[in-house]
Structure formats: structure tokens, C-alpha cells
């Protein structure tokens, strides 16, 4: 029995690792002296960063790159370890974040180490899942450990709410997903996505109660993603959570599930139902454009930072679901370097954020940045050059990224999509230049100056290396081109 699943251990050696160091960590956590828990939280966030660190590097150094795991459940490809060493590489941002802001907020559960890597680890899993079956088990896996993690402020109404709703609707979309899971096994006896591709080929419009029966399934399937990333006109629950759960718990939220669920959508949908393009296509097209009209749209109304961040999400949802609605290569290598620049340009807007805390607590407002160039100057200009590649100005990352995805909309004669989503980037540019005129334009009497607290290393190390990356990969896109063409060949 070993030797059946000697060469699946192989190919799970990342994940393995990681299980094996939270354990550690949980018995570490466990056992350790009581009265002590902001120390041992430190010394967890420390050990886990090397947990992470270990398991990217032996992610990198896999001999293994294409293989079929335990039974047709799992797959090890290009795109899986291509959005693996993002999530890895995520988590690791928000562990660097996590030092300062735990102390600031005297929260002293060590079981937030323990958690965040759990959610990691599932996240790997689900980008690997090559089956109804295991994809499941890992969104659950995922989910439980996010819903603790929104209400990890017991005491704080707004956390406990957060982490309410997103159980709530959790369990709703969950619902979605089996439902629409059943149908399609109902349909067909099997739940792996290449059996499920094999089986479809060349069904097509001939085959009208096939087709019928599944595009149903699949639009069961396609809402549960959607409330899954936060698409419109799905979206409601995000800017709650987002509001309510702590900050850098927020910014997990808005970079490392997606992460994981682009990927899942891309390997559902091009890999098990790529015959039923003109059918999936309809509903992604749809989404997109809801998702920036009320990405953008939303965003002008919001007067606190983390709420205007939740809607600025929304709309990067609804840009990256063009290259998913494309049907084309060449629009999965627009996902795959969105989500690299995304991920850059998310870590360092909460790490500003982050960094703007006083000594009577973190900004909740907008009105809170008013005259930051006088208090921070460094911080100011880190914060706009952020906030406009966000809008997709020159010669700024943000600008490639949507560059690159709107091209793929035009290739596959998506002119709608394309228009709007220039569109939508313009009327962006209004809420996120309000932002830069608070930050600058401000008269100094019209707000009393309170100074800010000092900036931990990590979180200066994190702000220096996202500025860096924003700024030039614009300059030097050619490596960021291959990998993202490399995991899109994966799949296709």
C-alpha cells in the first residue's frame, strides 16, 4: 500500500512540510506557559514565516511538475505551482504585517499562526484539486479557518459580525456548489474534470437535454465561485466583512482566496467544460461588466479606507474575469500576471494603511489621511503611486496588467467588455485621486496633525519591495511574461 502512494507523497512534499511545521506549532502553542501569549505569538509568526519560506522553496525545487495525485484527486502542474508560490508568498506578506499590528491590538491567540497556515495549506489543495470530490473537502477546509479568522476580535462586535456573515453566506454558497456538483454527477457518473472533458467533447447544441441539463449545473457551479471571489451581483457580503474582521486579516481576504479560486474557475471550466464555452462564457460576461460598474460605482460612495478597498476589489474581480470570459490563452496569461500584479499592489495599500495607525488607533476614514505629506511624506507618495497603478496609469504595473487582459478581450472580439473596462478604470481614477487630494491638498489648519507610530522592519521591508515592484515592472515585464505564460500552457 506504501509503494501505491510512495510517488503521491513525493509530489506533496510542500504540503506535507507545511502540515507538519503548524503541527509542531499547535503542540508548541499548546504547551507553552501560560501568561505568556504575546511572546509565544512572535515567536510563532517567526517560525511560521520559516514554515513558509521552507515550503516555497521546496515547491521551487519539486523534481515532480506534472502528475495526477492520489487517485485522479489531485494534480501537480505548471498553474498549480505557479498560484501556490503566490499564496505562499502572500501569507508570508501578511505574517510580516501580523507583528506590529498584534501587539497594537493586544491580541495574544496563538491560534491565528495556527489558523493562517491552515488556510494556506487548504488553499494549495484547492488549487491542486482535479475533482468535484477534493475540491470540496478544500474549500470547507479553507472556509472554516476564515470564519474564525474574521471574528477573531471576540470582543469587537464588527468582527463577530464579519465573521457571521461569512459563515452564513459560506454555508450558502457551499450549498450552491454541491447542488450544482450533484446535477452534473447525476448526469454523467463521474466527478473528475478530465473524465468530465472527455465526456463532453463534441457534445455541443446537438444534444439539447445534455446541454440543458448541464448548463444548469453549471450555473449553480459559477454562483458559488462568484460569491466565492466576491463578483457582482454577489459582492454584498464583502465590503462587511472586510470592514468588520481585522486589518490584516482583510488583506488575506482580498489577495490569497483569490488566489486560489481563479485557479479553481480556470481548471472547472476550461479543463472539464471547455465544449460549453458559449454557455459559461454568457454568465463570466456578465459578471465582469456588474463587477466594475459596481466596483466603481460603489467605491464613490464610501467614506472609510477598508470599505473603498473591499469595492476597489470588487473591480479588480471584474477585470480578471475578462481573460476567464475570453475562452483564450492569451486571456488566462492576462489572469495569471493580474494576479501577480494584484498581489503586489494589495500587500503595499495595506501596508500604508497599516502604517498610518496613531497612538489612538488605526485610520477607519478617508478623512483620516488628510495631510499625510505633512506627516509622512515617504508615505504619501509610496500610497499615490499605489493607488494609480490601481487606476492603471503609466507607466505603473497596474497599467500592464489591465493592458495586457483588455488586449485578450479585443483578440476574442469582446469589444463591450474592452470599452467598459477602460471606462470603469477612468471613473476609478475619480475616488482614487480624491484620495491623493486629501493626502495633498488639504490647508494645514484644517486638521490637527497627530503623529504616527514608528514602522516595524517587516512592514518597511514589505512597503520598500511592493514600491519596487511597482514601479518597475512596467520596465522589466519579461520574466513576469514567461511564468504567466507558462502556467496558462499548463492548462490549456
Given amino acids: 500500500m506504501f509503494y501505491l502512494f510512495e510517488s503521491d507523497f513525493l509530489g506533496l512534499i510542500p504540503e506535507t512540510f507545511l502540515l507538519l511545521g503548524l503541527s509542531t506549532l499547535l503542540g508548541y502553542g499548546v504547551w507553552y506557559e501560560k501568561g ?115 471574528a477573531l476580535k471576540r470582543d469587537n462586535e464588527y468582527s463577530t459580525e464579519a465573521g457571521l456573515k461569512y459563515f452564513v453566506l459560506g ?24 473524465d468530465l472533458g472527455i465526456l463532453f467533447t463534441g457534445v455541443g447544441p446537438t444534444d439539447l437535454f445534455t446541454q440543458g441539463s448541464v448548463v444548469v449545473g453549471l450555473l449553480f457551479l459559477s454562483v458559488a465561485f462568484l460569491f466565492k471571489i466576491s463578483a457582482a451581483p454577489f459582492h454584498m457580503w464583502s465590503p462587511d466583512v472586510y470592514e468588520g474582521a481585522p486589518t490584516v486579516i482583510t488583506a488575506f481576504f482580498s489577495v490569497a482566496p483569490k488566489l486560489a479560486l481563479f485557479g479553481v474557475l480556470i481548471r472547472v471550466f476550461y479543463l472539464g467544460f471547455f465544449d460549453f464555452l458559449f454557455s459559461w462564457q454568457q454568465i463570466f460576461f456578465f459578471c465582469s461588466l456588474a463587477s466594475m460598474v459596481f466596483g466603481s460605482f460603489g467605491a464613490l460612495a464610501q467614506v472609510k479606507i477598508k470599505r473603498l478597498l473591499a469595492f476597489s476589489s470588487i473591480g479588480h474581480v471584474g477585470y480578471m474575469l475578462i481573460g476567464l470570459a475570453t475562452g483564450s490563452l492569451q486571456g488566462l496569461q492576462g489572469i495569471f500576471l493580474y494576479l501577480l500584479i494584484y498581489l503586489v499592489m494589495t500587500i503595499n495599500a495595506f501596508s500604508v494603511v497599516l502604517s498610518l495607525r496613531t497612538h489612538e488607533g488605526e485610520p477607519r476614514f478617508l478623512l483620516d489621511l488628510k495631510n499625510l505629506n505633512l506627516k509622512s511624506p515617504i508615505l504619501a507618495l ?7 497603478s490601481m487606476a492603471g496609469i503609466p507607466p505603473l504595473a497596474g497599467f500592464l496588467s489591465k493592458f495586457y487582459l483588455f488586449f485578450a478581450a479585443l483578440d476574442a472580439s469582446l469589444y463591450s467588455l474592452a470599452i467598459l473596462g477602460v471606462l470603469s478604470s477612468v471613473i476609478s481614477c475619480f475616488y482614487y485621486i480624491s484620495i491623493i487630494k486629501l493626502m495633498y491638498f488639504h490647508k494645514a489648519e484644517e486638521v490637527q496633525l497627530k503623529p504616527l507610530v514608528g514602522i516595524d522592519g517587516q512592514k518597511g521591508f514589505l512597503l520598500g519591495i511592493t514600491f519596487f515592484g511597482i514601479l518597475f515592472i512596467f520596465l522589466y515585464p519579461s520574466p513576469f511574461f514567461l511564468l504567466s505564460h507558462a502556467a496558462a500552457l499548463s492548462i490549456s
Fill in 171 to 194: 454555508a450558502f454558497s457551499s450549498g450552491f456548489y454541491l447542488f450544482g456538483a450533484s446535477l452534473i454527477y447525476g448526469l454523467t457518473g463521474t466527478t473528475n474534470f478530465e
Fill in 382 to 388: 509610496t500610497f499615490s503611486l499605489t493607488l494609480f
Fill in 36 to 150: 505568556r501569549e504575546s511572546e509565544m505569538t512572535s515567536h510563532q509568526l517567526w517560525v511560521g514565516g520559516l514554515c513558509l519560506a521552507f515550503t516555497f522553496i521546496l515547491l521551487c525545487e519539486s523534481p515532480l511538475m506534472n502528475m495526477i495525485l492520489c487517485f485522479n484527486t489531485l494534480i501537480i502542474d505548471g498553474m498549480s505551482a505557479y498560484l501556490k508560490a503566490l499564496i505562499l508568498l502572500s501569507t508570508l506578506c501578511i505574517f510580516g504585517l501580523s507583528f506590529s499590528y498584534l501587539q497594537q491590538e493586544r491580541i495574544k491567540a496563538f491560534e491565528y499562526v495556527i489558523l493562517l497556515l491552515l488556510a494556506t495549506l487548504s488553499l494549495m489543495l484547492m488549487v491542486s484539486s482535479y475533482d468535484f470530490i477534493s475540491l470540496y473537502l478544500a474549500i470547507e477546509f479553507q472556509s472554516l479557518g476564515l470564519y474564525v479568522l474574521a
